[in-house]
């Protein structure tokens, strides 16, 4: 989930239902890095995932 510094317009920015965690925008505020042990070959395994971030 994202959040504005005042508490408002929370939104979802991720639809997994297994472990999604530390999230992190470049220092641009361009791209989006997280996480995650989606599309892992063997249980509790975590990939870094780089993401392009557009509003």
Known sequence: ???????TGLERITYFEGFDSFPMFSHDGKKLVFCSNRKGKTPHQTNVFICDWKK
């Open 1 to 7: 989930y994202i959040i504005k510094p005042d508490g």
